[in-house]
Nanobody, 120 residues
């Protein structure tokens, strides 16, 4: 069993920065992708950024040039550095991990979410 724990959310003024972290507990697994999603009040959950085991990175158009995703393999950690934040970035941010376990079975895990509020 893998647990994902997000941290780093909070309240920031427009133009500011926040750094979200997603730490994975457990052992014996191999990551395929780690992704960040967000869900604003009254809206559907949307993709923000992803990083694959090979290091391939993708971003939603709305965050390109402002957000940076990175991974620390030693600590099994994925980071989302968010700069030049806008009020429309306000949402609950969720970490998602797709991985194979020791027996090569596919799993899809979600964190509990961390709230980001950007004031204008």
């Amino acid at each position: 069993q893998v647990q994902l724990v997000e941290s780093g959310g909070g309240l920031v003024q427009a133009g500011g920065s926040l750094r979200l972290s997603c730490a994975a507990s457990g052992s014996g697994f191999r990551f395929i992708h780690m992704r960040w999603y967000r869900q604003a009040p009254g809206k559907q959950r949307e993709f923000v950024a992803s990083i694959s085991n090979s290091g391939s990175i993708n971003y939603a158009d709305s965050v390109k040039g402002r957000f940076t995703i990175s991974r620390d393999n030693a600590k099994i950690l994925v980071i989302l550095q968010m700069n030049s934040l806008k009020p429309e970035d306000t949402a609950d941010y969720y970490c998602n991990a797709q991985l194979f376990d020791t027996w090569s079975r596919f799993h899809d895990y979600w964190g509990q979410g961390t709230q980001v509020t950007v004031s204008s």
